[in-house]
Every structure is written in structure tokens, then in C-alpha cells.
């Protein structure tokens, strides 16, 4: 019989780059801190989460930064992203472009979005107005417990959809 692995001996990030995921751990303590975010890259399969941007925060035996489960995508109140012009994302692209860790288990994970926020094929769409969201994410823990710091870095490029041919099609 093979020894069991010690599990808190493992590595403190963990990204599942396929879906835009990246996890981080600032330790394997019962009173550590966890930070997870959500960039949902855009997949083309059936039910693909339709947000951007999304991240977590649990430490010190709670939910420091968390937000309601729904299903809804396009609803500010379900994810920790923004709406631009009504959503929360463009169909066309989203992806997790980047991620690491740097010294003093300092976490950093950046993607972005940008097209068309229908579903591409769709007849005769309205025009593009959200050309660019980049959102970089900043975790720096704490080394002493007190407080985590979370920095969020959001640049867009966006017109307003209003102002634009065929807005009611959106």
C-alpha cells in the first residue's frame, strides 16, 4: 500500500485554462484564504456561461467578496463584472489571457472580450459596440491575517449602443 500524498504539500495555484479559470490558495490552513476567478472562455457548446470577469474571495472561515448564484448572465447582481450597453459579454470572444503568480504569494490573472454580444449567425445583427473589455485582477494576501486586497483593473472600448442603427434588434 502506497503512503498517502500530503495534500497540504501541494501547489497553491491552480488554473483550469480551458474554461478561464484560475484558483488560488494563500495557504492549505483551515483559516487561509481562497481567491477564484472566472474569465469563461468562450467554448461554443450548449448552456457556455455568457459572463466575464467574475472572482470570489473566501478567508478566515467566510465569504469575504462573493455574490448570489443565478443564471442569468446579463444580470450585475449574479457575477462581480460589469454590464456594458445591458451585458455582461460579447458572444464573438472571452478568454483568460493570462495568469501567474509572482513573489509573496501575489496572484494575477487578466482576459478580455470584445464583438458582438449576439449569437454570431444571428440574420442582420446590430452593429458592434463593445470592441474591447480587458479586466486584469490583482490578489495580494495578507501576510499577517488582517485584510486581503483585491485590485481590479477594468479597460473598455465601447460605443453607445443608442447611438447606433438598429439598437432595438440588441
Not at 445583427?125 to 494576501?141: C, D, G, I, K, N
Amino acid at each position: 500500500m502506497r503512503p498517502a500524498k500530503n495534500w497540504r504539500n501541494q501547489p497553491t495555484l491552480y488554473a483550469a485554462e480551458g474554461m478561464g479559470q484560475v484558483f488560488a490558495r494563500d495557504s492549505w490552513q483551515r483559516d487561509g484564504s481562497f481567491f477564484g476567478v472566472y474569465m469563461a472562455n468562450r467554448t461554443g457548446v450548449d448552456h457556455e456561461m455568457h459572463y466575464f470577469g467574475d472572482f470570489q474571495l473566501y478567508r478566515r472561515g467566510e465569504w469575504a467578496l462573493t455574490h448570489p448564484l443565478g443564471y442569468d448572465a446579463n444580470e450585475a447582481e449574479h457575477v462581480n463584472g460589469m454590464l456594458l450597453g445591458g451585458w455582461s459579454a460579447a458572444r464573438e470572444f472571452r478568454q483568460l489571457l493570462d495568469y501567474g503568480a509572482g513573489p509573496d504569494g501575489i496572484v494575477y490573472a487578466t482576459g478580455s472580450t470584445g464583438g458582438h454580444p449576439s449569437m454570431l449567425g444571428t440574420e442582420d445583427p446590430a452593429p458592434y459596440f463593445l470592441h474591447e473589455w480587458t479586466r486584469s485582477l490583482v490578489y495580494v494576501p495578507s501576510h499577517d491575517g488582517s485584510v486581503d486586497l483585491v485590485l481590479v483593473h477594468d479597460r473598455t472600448l465601447v460605443e453607445n449602443p443608442k447611438t447606433l442603427p438598429k439598437y432595438e434588434s440588441y
